[in-house]
């Protein structure tokens, strides 16, 4: 009998749906308005850094902050700020949004150049004012991990272009289109963090970009491209970690605990084009896909621009959506208003018809552990559910519930359609919350 541990268990087959990935990214024009969040990465939100009236360019800082994790935000469009409102975000919160009204000539602010990096210092600085954050995932700001504590330790770059998800080819385009920008982005972070060897991590199901990434690092020494597996979740991070060196990221611990800073794809690329321009990030390539969408493809859209703009010039709606998402169908979140910005971490909208969401009806759990065997990180949903349901704290931090990173395998592979990862963040939710009154007590 098969181990529960069997790493060939883990994880799901899910179909690839990888429709886009031979479409050329088109590049969407200025649209008349743009919606700029102030909370588009881990960490408190910025701070407003301009006033109704003013007139901003593009690459004009307009929201910063002096917390830890935090990176400014620039202005994606030239024109005049017309209001400051606040929007809720798709997972409940409020952000504080500056809305410009642009003036379609995309005039570059002044301080729109090429940064001088001369040292990791004057390095890590150019990552901050990139505006970088982590673009395929929790919008983790990068200057922030290429700066572990142990960065000495540090002995390999991953990156990350698995693009696991279904339907997103959002990173592939980057390979294909921007391998030139990838291999200056990453030339240039082992060379400023002194980090001798690179992993490229890329599933099978794309055996073009792994030919072309292997076909352009084949002179560059310690640069090695792995193919994996294509089984989702190959791109989460620390399944990501122990597919390529072996290494397991011990609970509490970060990557650079086990020498490795991990990086996307796209957010490498991102930064070889600062660097190289000096134009922080203003724009996000999206895949735009699903049942209810007329002409998928891959579109470049400047940051704050309103998602249903984007659809409409994928050629809009064909049908009425059941659903819209921003992200994939595992892990991305439904907006309530497709008048929501496109944010630095978008990756994809998938319009989702009445065929591709079902309502699903939970049944009763009939304990055949499927949950148990597809958990990449070896957790027991079906008993973490037992405690939540009895409200049972120590039995549900017992059970680790804080090291689900939430990848959804556990309930796509429930025949009783339990619905474990909303569950999941509840219970993690309920033990922040106990951690705080004892804190507070
Ligand atoms: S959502 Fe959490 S519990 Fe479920 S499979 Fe993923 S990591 Fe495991
Ligand atoms: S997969 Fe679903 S039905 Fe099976 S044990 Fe887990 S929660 Fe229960």
Redesign the pocket.
């Known amino acids: 009998m098969a181990s529960i541990f069997d790493r060939s268990l883990k994880g799901v087959r899910a179909p690839h749906r990888k429709n886009t990935m031979d479409m050329e990214t088109r590049r969407m024009p200025v649209p008349e308005k743009v919606y700029i969040c102030m909370s588009q990465h881990m960490g408190p939100p910025c701070d407003i850094l301009a006033e109704v009236g003013d007139e901003v360019k593009v690459g004009q800082i307009i929201g910063d902050s002096g917390a830890f994790l935090s990176a400014p935000i620039h202005s994606s469009v030239s024109g005049k700020v017309t209001g400051i409102s606040e929007i809720i975000m798709p997972n409940g919160t409020r952000s504080k949004t500056l809305v410009i009204e642009t003036d379609k000539k995309q005039t570059l602010h002044e301080s729109v150049k090429p940064p001088s990096v001369t040292d990791r210092e004057s390095f890590l600085k150019a990552v901050r004012a990139a505006g970088l954050v982590g673009l395929g995932g929790a919008g983790f700001p990068a200057h922030i991990k290429f700066n572990p504590k142990n960065l000495g330790e540090v002995d390999t770059l991953l990156i990350n272009a698995a693009e696991c998800e279904p339907y997103i080819t959002s990173d592939y385009r980057t390979i294909m289109e921007r391998a030139g920008d990838v291999l200056y982005g990453v030339e240039t972070i082992m060379k400023w963090l002194d980090i001798k060897s690179c992993i490229i991590g890329i599933e099978d199901n794309k055996p073009e970009g792994i030919k072309k990434l292997r076909d352009m690092t084949k002179d560059m020494k310690g640069v090695t491209v792995q193919s994996l597996e294509s089984r989702y ?1 190959q791109g989460a991070e620390k399944v990501l970690i122990y597919e390529t060196t072996g290494r397991i990221v011990p609970e509490g611990k970060l990557p650079a605990d086990v020498g490795c800073i991990v990086n996307n794809i796209s957010t490498v690329a991102q930064l070889a084009h600062y660097l190289r321009d000096g134009l922080p990030l203003i724009a996000k390539c999206v895949t735009v896909d699903g049942g209810a969408i007329a002409s998928p493809g891959n579109i470049q859209a400047l940051i704050g621009t309103p998602i249903r703009e984007v659809i409409a010039f994928a050629g809009g709606y064909s049908k009425e959506p059941r659903k819209v998402l921003l992200g994939g169908p595992m892990m991305g979140v439904s907006v309530y208003d497709d008048g929501y910005p496109v944010q630095k971490n978008s990756n994809a909208i998938l319009a989702m018809d009445e065929n591709q969401v079902e309502g699903y009806a939970e049944t009763a759990c009939i304990r055949c552990g499927r ?1 148990v065997r ?4 070896n ?1 027991m ?1 079906l008993r ?1 559910e037992d405690c939540f349901n009895r409200g049972d704290n120590e039995g549900l931090m017992a059970c680790k ?1 804080n ?9 796509y592979s429930c025949p009783a359609k339990r619905h ?2 909303q569950m ?1 963040r509840l219970a993690k939710q309920r033990l922040r919350q106990d951690q705080q009154k004892k804190k507070g007590a």
């Open positions: 979740p949950c597809s958990c990449p990180m957790l949903p973490i519930v090291l689900c990173i939430e990848c959804g395998c556990c309930a474990l990862v999941h």
